[in-house]
């Protein structure tokens, strides 16, 4: 899918780039902003684009408004003025295979016409790597990578959906904000195979120490609250009545950390625990 605002001047080339990958994505999804030019009429006359939205204006927005309307179980977030290699569909299938990957994305070139930026598009690479080494050193240890918008982002539907998608609130940084709390999240498949084992055994805690591993004892073996009234029977989880969805957060010397927006008190409350424990 490609976030847009205001690119008559490319977004036909750009559908057609996105046509002539092989093999074929199952979906092209363009979600617009707001534009002030024709780039919605253009992207709809081309017929290259199976769905043509409209949202708020914001990246992280747009974004998770075509995500949520995508139907593939595989996402791609590609924006308007990047060049996708002709392979990109083979290489998310081949990467996403790997059941310990939650998110990937490519290389950058960072180009002008008529010459190539190696310098910029250097540093742009070597931050995927630095920013969290500097920062999350032990994430980094266990593979956290800071990827940014145009590195052309993939990962799971499932994955994406587990974490609340991008952080609406975000004007910047929504992509490496994202890349953490997948992170942070791990697989879906594998909390829902943890998901199972609490149930399976219920008023057992598998975090050591028992520091507030309750909150996993809590989603196995009791209810939330039926409606959403601002709060929830679980520690660090709240209805965000402006997104109409569950929020997990944490407090941490006086801050408060936002983790994601989920479908269920029982999900965010799930994230919760993780981060804590």
């Given amino acids: 899918m490609s976030d847009v605002l205001n690119e008559a001047g490319g977004i036909v080339a750009t559908l057609q780039q996105l046509r002539q990958l092989q093999p074929q994505p199952a979906e092209i999804i363009v979600v617009d902003g707001g534009s002030s030019d024709n780039t919605v009429q253009l992207a709809r ?5 199976t769905r043509v939205l409209r949202s708020g204006r914001g990246r992280a ?17 590609l924006h308007a003025d990047t060049q996708p290699p002709k392979d990109l569909v083979a290489v998310m299938r081949r990467e996403l ?3 310990q990957k939650v998110l ?14 190696w310098l910029l598009s250097a540093h742009n690479f070597a931050s995927s790597y630095y920013a969290p080494l500097l920062f999350r050193p032990l994430s980094y240890l266990r593979g956290l990578r800071a990827l940014f918008g145009d590195q052309t982002l993939f990962c799971r539907a499932r994955d994406f959906r587990a ?3 991008f952080d609406p ?74 997104n109409s969805r569950w929020r997990a957060q944490v ?27």
């Fill in 45 to 49: 006359r081309s017929g290259l684009a």
């Fill in 61 to 77: 927005v747009q974004m998770n408004a075509g995500a949520e309307a995508a139907a593939a179980d595989m996402l791609c977030f």
């Fill in 97 to 99: 295979a790997d059941p």
């Fill in 104 to 117: 990937a994305g490519f290389v950058p070139s960072i180009e002008v016409p008529g010459r190539r930026l």
């Fill in 163 to 165: 974490v609340g998608g």
């Fill in 169 to 242: 609130r975000l004007s910047i940084m929504e992509d490496t904000d994202l890349c953490v709390r997948m992170h942070m999240a791990g697989p879906r498949q594998q909390q829902q195979q943890q998901q199972r084992r609490h149930v399976a055994v219920p008023g057992s805690s598998s975090k050591a120490g028992g520091k507030r591993g309750a909150v996993k004892k809590q989603v196995a073996g009791s209810s939330s609250s039926n409606g959403p009234n601002g709060k929830s029977s679980f520690r660090g989880v709240f209805w965000d009545r402006k």
């Fill in 251 to 277: 407090g941490f010397n006086n801050r408060k950390i936002f983790m994601g927006y989920y479908g269920s008190p029982g999900d965010a409350a799930r994230a919760y625990d993780r981060k804590v424990v």
